[in-house]
């Protein structure tokens, strides 16, 4: 287990019933490693608003972000005529989400998915094909991989700690330096105001 406390992994991924065994198999590795499966909508949120807004809801409110891309459309190359297959629209949509809220962005593969030009711009992918002698040869590089994106929201969430402490002490010393000085107008005024009584 990577983490004492557990993190907060949104989950991008396909809700097909195609796809449950390897989401499950790619959850069952996150959990192993102290990461807690979070926040897709329509498997672990649900509510009466635009599912976008929910996913941006559910993507700030989580340490990282791990995309399980599975095969779900065709896509042909006009000029090479190579066809692959990539996951759905939804899944780019959320990792655009996640690099855009500064969250470390975790992929995991199904073998045989193209997971197209956006993600190997922003993150190292790992491919699994579903088996657990595929896991045990590529284990110590998942573990790497999620280890660095579990530190890198821990240093994320310093840095948000330091800074609101940072921005409460100007506060504070802004309202002390605001009380002082009126103090002293005040002062100013009872000693030049020669019908201020004194006593």
Same mark, same amino acid.
């Given at each position: 287990?990577?983490?004492?406390?557990?993190?907060?992994?949104?989950?991008?991924?396909?809700?097909?019933?195609?796809?449950?065994?390897?989401? @499950?198999?790619?959850?069952? %590795?996150?959990?192993?490693?102290?990461?807690?499966?979070?926040?897709?909508? $329509? !498997?672990? *949120?649900? #509510?009466?608003?635009?599912?976008?807004?929910?996913?941006?809801?559910?993507?700030?409110?989580? @340490?990282?972000?791990?995309? %399980?891309?599975?095969?779900?459309?065709?896509?042909?190359?006009?000029?090479? $005529? !190579?066809? *692959?297959? #990539?996951?759905?629209?939804?899944?780019?949509?959320?990792?655009?989400?996640?690099?855009?809220?500064?969250?470390?962005?975790?992929?995991?593969?199904?073998?045989?998915?193209?997971?197209?030009?956006?993600?190997?711009?922003?993150?190292?992918?790992?491919?699994?094909?579903?088996?657990?002698?595929?896991?045990?040869?590529?284990?110590?590089?998942?573990?790497?991989?999620?280890?660095?994106?579990?530190?890198?929201?821990?240093?994320?969430?310093?840095?948000?700690?330091?800074?609101?402490?940072?921005?409460?002490?100007?506060?504070?010393?802004?309202?002390?330096?605001?009380?002082?000085?009126?103090?002293?107008?005040?002062?100013?005024?009872?000693?030049?105001?020669?019908?201020?009584?004194?006593?």
């Amino acid at each position: 287990m990577l983490n004492e406390k557990f993190m907060r992994a949104f989950i991008s991924c396909s809700l097909r019933k195609e796809d449950k065994e390897f989401v @499950d198999f790619v959850e069952s %590795i996150l959990i192993r490693n102290g990461i807690e499966p979070f926040g897709t909508v $329509g !498997k672990y *949120s649900a #509510g009466p608003v635009n599912p976008t807004e929910l996913m941006r809801e559910n993507i700030a409110l989580a @340490d990282i972000t791990v995309i %399980i891309a599975t095969k779900r459309y065709e896509q042909k190359d006009i000029l090479s $005529g !190579k066809v *692959s297959y #990539g996951p759905s629209e939804m899944i780019h949509a959320e990792v655009a989400m996640s690099f855009m809220a500064n969250k470390p962005v975790v992929v995991i593969a199904q073998q045989g998915t193209d997971v197209g030009s956006f993600i190997p711009n922003i993150t190292q992918f790992i491919v699994l094909d579903g088996t657990y002698e595929d896991l045990k040869h590529k284990e110590i590089l998942i573990k790497s991989l999620l280890k660095n994106a579990c530190e890198m929201a821990g240093n994320a969430e310093d840095s948000e700690v330091s800074a609101e402490f940072v921005d409460f002490i100007i506060k504070a010393l802004a309202v002390i330096g605001g009380a002082a000085i009126l103090h002293d107008i005040m002062n100013t005024k009872k000693q030049t105001n020669p019908l201020v009584n004194p006593n």
